[in-house]
């Protein structure tokens, strides 16, 4: 055995090698790549939110000049989707939304193409739209989806029907005994959220070509995989026969987590030979975003005078928008963003994806965690109200630690959030208290905790020792902007052989290079590429080592690996570079690569307790504490961020400085999602933000510097006790904010936005708080 | 009709619509992509570019404006081989994650700090209202603009 690799070998505030061309503009992203031989596509798409198509002729359309062909429906009959097929590539019959595509024009200039789509005849025989899971879920609805029962099924297991696309259900214990105690204080709060669009800066896009037969996909994605595999599913062909590669991805924020663009273009290359850009303009990108999901929730608890919580009960309604998406899987998360905070008793969720006549929502960072740990929260403080506990006591008491229970009965390793939480006293207590006018401001405070987790799942690499004594790494990762690729994984590599990062060379995604991969997102590109980076190179090491050992004539354990040369332990100057090493390997047997891989081990979850999860117990929990000061302007509403701070659970921090980076951003963007992030549905059902006009994202003037601080050691599987920590800094955010407003109010806070006319609302009126009747408070009636 | 206007210190013809925009007509028409196509109403910089040493957004002005107009683009602010006191800066601090943003951040705080060149923190944060960033957060971006004016400080 050759010695364990030291994680410090790899920590170090390492650059990112791909700012200096992002500085000088030079970066090509997918919607830089199309030029003058490249064919300019457009969608039309419905203006309606529900109808039956009753007319629909292209003549005209196909006779304008540039003009290469049209996509119908005709041309992708199956369908897609995560869990069920519920979702065609084109709307052929019935409108489902406003704004689904119906058909396709390449030409040769965006103009011409923008000119046949106003040359299409098209006539649309409207419905009234479904437009919200109140009237989505009162009996006697129209179906969205009426044929749902004929639908192909993906993944078996989950409750669903009529208008509820999904159904996910965790039952452990008896709650209607722990409700009937007469010692405990019954709690009960509706919570809900809006949706938020990623608005990365780089739309979804698509250059793709038909060549050799095979389509090559050239796309702004966190999944290359998926979109091989959808695309080849919409187009009823083998996934071999479909090549996707990834230019540096403009931002995802989980945006690019699934397939959109890509079949579309994929089928124009084909009709047309030539290779096709597709790009969706920022008004598609708003109007049609894969948002997170708007979502309602009721939870009720039963809690001890001790503060012991005997029994919650917890329904979320999650809106889909017209087809399942990321939704189905995502009814999955609750159980672990809402059940895994607090030590539970008997404990009864139900997760609904429900289906309405809006644009599909999707994955957006930290998704479902954000309102869960919002409703979660705001629900924890309003328990420490009714039974007179402090709120930082009460968590420290109830966090989940070494050997508690999570909701679907795994049992978490560890304790983390309560140390956590105290790392977090002592940061406010670091600061001296803020100081404002109390005649114009009120002043609020709050901590609350979060659980994420990290997606584990397949990855693959490869890794080439080159003769040069550089490595080449292959995997399916994509640098959507974290930097992962460019830092993390390099220096992993790097540390496991004995070179300086730079020496890493990392190929970016192709799936004809590399293996299978879910995707970049969850948090999972350090832990799942990682590991399997780390293992390819265990592979790399044994056959190198093996040539020096008989070269020194010295045991492979006495070697030491390290700036680039092999030599004996002990014995500085001994042995040789790298180089001569690999030269000698080549002689002996070849040149030296290794593949490795890794997938989700599998945490024990406890028999019976979960029903339609695609993960019943999560292997790498992250835990995340925030806390803020704020500020409220008595006569306008508007809130300012006095101070934030973080504790964040990272595992093992392989580049402080990137996670410092990530943590800053992070926050911002909940920072949106808390305060003036607003998307509201019009009774047309189009979403009415259709630009940076109408949706708020920060400005400089939004942000401030946050205070982290990282939890280092906490247990992981992921390599070198490394963590994901891109994903998490969003997840409190919204919860925190809403707490501090609360503390600041003295009254209930139940939804998010926090925009100033709802605060003002929440200041000036006594209110009872939120009731949303379509939820039962009793929890059987949901499910 | 054809507007004649300097790109980057080389003289440049334009016969295209009067009324398309100089961002579509660098991205387009000489395929400069550097300045990025975000969201098309001067809201969030990222296609920022300097017009007669000025920086403004390029999605805002119509090339039949910029006849005799002296353009430089993100690709002409430095030489091939080196950065810009405002670019080094910004791969120093580690401040890139994206990058599409970037660019138009270049620009701005380049010509800010041409007008300004000892800014307060509070100042560099006024002139950047008009870059919009979806990941970093903003302050170690504002960091290190402060930086460069501390450096040149230094200099002096």
């Known amino acids: 055995?050759?010695?364990?690799?030291?994680?410090?070998?790899?920590?170090?505030?390492?650059?990112?090698?791909?700012?200096?061309?992002?500085?000088?503009?030079?970066?090509?992203?997918?919607?830089?790549?199309?030029?003058?031989?490249?064919?300019?596509?457009?969608?039309?798409?419905?203006?309606?939110?529900?109808?039956?198509?009753?007319?629909?002729?292209?003549?005209?359309?196909?006779?304008?000049?540039?003009?290469?062909?049209?996509?119908?429906?005709?041309?992708?009959?199956?369908?897609?989707?995560?869990?069920?097929?519920?979702?065609?590539?084109?709307?052929?019959?019935?409108?489902?939304?406003?704004?689904?595509?119906?058909?396709?024009?390449?030409?040769?200039?965006?103009?011409?193409?923008k000119a046949a789509a106003a040359k299409v005849v098209l006539r649309i025989d409207p419905v009234e739209p479904v437009l919200t899971m109140a009237e989505a879920l009162q009996a006697g609805a129209r179906l969205i989806h009426p044929d749902w029962k004929d639908y192909e099924i993906l993944f078996s297991g989950a409750a669903r029907g009529g208008n509820i696309a999904w159904t996910a259900t965790v039952e452990r214990g008896d709650t209607d005994a722990a409700f009937a105690r007469d010692d405990v204080t019954i709690v009960e709060g509706c919570y809900r959220v809006g949706r938020q669009n990623h608005v990365s800066f780089e739309p979804r896009a698509v250059v793709a070509s038909f060549e050799d037969g095979r389509y090559h996909i050239v796309t702004s994605t966190q999944a290359p995989w998926t979109v091989k595999n959808v695309t080849a599913m919409a187009l009823g062909i083998s996934p071999s026969q479909v090549r996707v590669?990834?230019?540096?991805?403009?931002?995802?924020?989980?945006?690019?987590?699934?397939?959109?663009?890509?079949?579309?273009?994929?089928?124009?290359?084909?009709?047309?030979?030539?290779?096709?850009?597709?790009?969706?303009?920022?008004?598609?990108?708003?109007?049609?975003?894969?948002?997170?999901?708007?979502?309602?929730?009721?939870?009720?608890?039963?809690?001890?005078?001790?503060?012991?919580?005997?029994?919650?009960?917890?329904?979320?309604?999650?809106?889909?928008?017209?087809?399942?998406?990321?939704?189905?899987?995502?009814?999955?998360?609750?159980?672990?963003?809402?059940?895994?905070?607090?030590?539970?008793?008997?404990?009864?969720?139900?997760?609904?994806?429900?289906?309405?006549?809006?644009?599909?929502?999707?994955?957006?960072?930290?998704?479902?965690?954000?309102?869960?740990?919002?409703?979660?929260?705001?629900?924890?403080?309003?328990i420490c109200a009714a039974i007179g506990m402090d709120p930082m006591e009460f968590r420290k008491r109830n966090v989940v630690g070494d050997g508690s229970l999570g909701a679907t009965g795994q049992v978490f390793q560890g304790d983390v959030l309560k140390p956590m939480l105290e790392r977090m006293e002592r940061l406010i207590g670091a600061d001296p208290q803020p100081e404002i006018d109390p005649?114009?401001?009120?002043?609020?405070?709050?901590?609350?905790?979060?659980?994420?987790?990290?997606?584990?799942?397949?990855?693959?690499?490869?890794?080439?020792?080159?003769?040069?004594?550089?490595?080449?790494?292959?995997?399916?990762?994509?640098e959507i902007g974290s930097g992962t690729m460019m830092q993390s994984l390099p220096q992993m590599v790097a540390a496991e052989l004995g070179i300086h990062p730079d020496k890493v060379i990392v190929k970016t995604a192709d799936t004809d290079a590399s293996g299978r991969d879910l995707g970049v997102g969850g948090g999972r590109t350090t832990v799942s590429i990682g590991a399997a980076s780390t293992a390819a190179c265990a592979e790399v090491r044994q056959k190198l080592l093996s040539v020096a050992s008989e070269m020194l004539q010295t045991p492979v354990s006495k070697l030491v690996l390290g700036n680039g040369r092999i030599e004996i332990a002990g014995r500085a100057g001994s042995g040789m570079t790298i180089q001569t090493v690999i030269a000698?390997?080549?002689?002996?047997?070849?040149?030296?690569?290794?593949?490795?891989?890794?997938?989700?081990?599998?945490?024990?979850?406890?028999?019976?307790?979960?029903?339609?999860?695609?993960?019943?117990?999560?292997?790498?929990?992250?835990?995340?504490?925030?806390?803020?000061?704020?500020a409220i302007e008595k006569a306008t509403g508007r809130i300012s961020v006095l101070n934030y701070r973080v504790v964040q659970d990272v595992g093992r921090a392989i580049n402080?400085?990137?996670?410092?980076?990530?943590?800053?951003?992070?926050?911002?963007?909940?920072?949106?999602?808390?305060?003036?992030?607003?998307?509201?549905?019009?009774?047309?059902?189009?979403?009415?933000?259709?630009?940076?006009?109408?949706?708020?994202?920060?400005?400089?003037?939004?942000?401030?510097?946050?205070?982290?601080?990282?939890?280092?050691?906490?247990?992981?599987?992921?390599?070198?006790?490394?963590?994901?920590?891109?994903?998490?800094?969003?997840?409190?955010?919204?919860?925190?904010?809403?707490?501090?407003?609360?503390?600041?109010?003295?009254?209930?806070?139940?939804?998010?936005?926090?925009?100033?006319?709802?605060?003002?609302?929440?200041?000036?009126?006594?209110?009872?708080?939120?009731?949303?009747v379509h939820i039962h408070s009793d929890w059987r009636r949901n499910v | 009709?054809?507007?004649?206007?300097?790109?980057?210190?080389?003289?440049?013809?334009?016969?295209?619509?009067?009324?398309?925009?100089?961002?579509d007509a660098l991205r387009r028409t000489y395929r400069l992509t550097g300045a990025k196509d975000v969201c098309r109403e001067g809201f969030c910089g990222?296609?920022?570019?300097?017009?007669?040493?000025?920086?403004?957004?390029?999605?805002?002005?119509p090339m039949g404006l910029l006849e005799g107009a002296d353009v430089t683009t993100i690709e002409g602010i430095s030489s091939p081989e080196g950065f810009s006191p405002v670019q080094a800066a910004f791969v120093e601090h580690d401040v890139v994650q994206c990058g599409m943003c970037f660019p138009g951040m270049v620009m701005s705080m380049t010509d800010f700090l041409k007008r300004n060149p000892s800014p307060s923190r509070a100042e560099v944060k006024t002139a950047m209202a008009g870059n919009l960033c979806r990941c970093t957060g903003y302050e170690k971006i504002v960091d290190a603009v402060m930086s460069v004016q501390a450096d040149e400080r230094a200099n002096r």
């Open chain 1, 439 to 478: 005649d114009r401001y009120l002043y609020g405070q709050a901590t609350t905790v979060g659980t994420w987790f990290i997606f584990v799942g397949p990855s693959a690499a490869s890794v080439i020792l080159n003769a040069d004594g550089s490595a080449t790494l292959v995997t399916s990762g994509v």
């Open chain 2, 46 to 61: 990222a296609c920022t570019v300097h017009i007669d040493g000025q920086a403004v957004p390029s999605c805002l002005r």
């Open chain 1, 584 to 630: 000698e390997a080549e002689v002996r047997h070849g040149p030296i690569s290794g593949s490795g891989a890794f997938t989700a081990p599998g945490t024990p979850s406890m028999p019976g307790c979960a029903a339609g999860h695609f993960i019943d117990a999560i292997d790498i929990p992250v835990f995340a504490v925030h806390n803020c000061d704020i």
């Open chain 1, 245 to 382: 590669t990834v230019p540096p991805v403009g931002g995802g924020f989980g945006l690019k987590f699934d397939c959109s663009l890509e079949p579309y273009a994929a089928i124009l290359a084909r009709k047309t030979g030539q290779k096709v850009s597709l790009i969706n303009s920022r008004e598609e990108e708003m109007l049609t975003c894969l948002s997170r999901e708007n979502a309602e929730i009721r939870l009720r608890s039963a809690v001890t005078p001790e503060g012991e919580i005997a029994a919650r009960e917890g329904t979320v309604l999650m809106d889909c928008g017209a087809y399942g998406g990321e939704q189905v899987f995502l009814t999955t998360m609750t159980a672990h963003t809402l059940g895994g905070n607090y030590r539970l008793g008997a404990t009864k969720i139900a997760s609904h994806a429900v289906y309405t006549n809006t644009a599909p929502n999707g994955a957006f960072r930290a998704c479902n965690g954000v309102y869960n740990t919002f409703a979660l929260e705001r629900h924890t403080d309003e």
């Open chain 2, 1 to 23: 009709m054809t507007i004649r206007l300097t790109i980057n210190g080389q003289i440049r013809t334009y016969d295209g619509d009067p009324r398309d925009s100089l961002l």
């Open chain 1, 656 to 772: 402080p400085r990137a996670i410092k980076s990530q943590v800053q951003g992070g926050v911002v963007q909940g920072l949106g999602y808390a305060l003036h992030e607003e998307m509201t549905i019009n009774g047309d059902g189009c979403i009415d933000q259709s630009g940076f006009e109408t949706y708020k994202i920060p400005g400089v003037g939004d942000a401030i510097p946050i205070t982290l601080e990282m939890f280092e050691g906490a247990p992981s599987i992921g390599p070198l006790g490394t963590k994901g920590a891109g994903e998490v800094p969003i997840l409190n955010v919204g919860a925190t904010i809403a707490c501090a407003v609360a503390n600041a109010t003295g009254k209930q806070v139940n939804e998010l936005p926090l925009v100033p006319p709802r605060v003002l609302d929440i200041i000036e009126n006594e209110t009872s708080g939120l009731d949303l």
């Open chain 1, 1 to 113: 055995m050759t010695q364990k690799l030291e994680p410090s070998g790899a920590v170090m505030d390492y650059p990112r090698r791909d700012a200096g061309d992002k500085v000088r503009g030079r970066t090509k992203y997918t919607v830089d790549q199309a030029g003058s031989d490249t064919l300019h596509a457009v969608l039309v798409r419905s203006d309606v939110a529900a109808g039956r198509i009753a007319a629909l002729q292209v003549d005209a359309a196909l006779a304008m000049p540039g003009v290469r062909a049209i996509a119908t429906g005709e041309d992708a009959p199956d369908r897609h989707g995560l869990g069920i097929a519920d979702h065609p590539i084109f709307a052929s019959t019935d409108i489902r939304y406003h704004g689904e595509p119906i058909l396709a024009i390449a030409a040769d200039t965006l103009d011409q193409a």
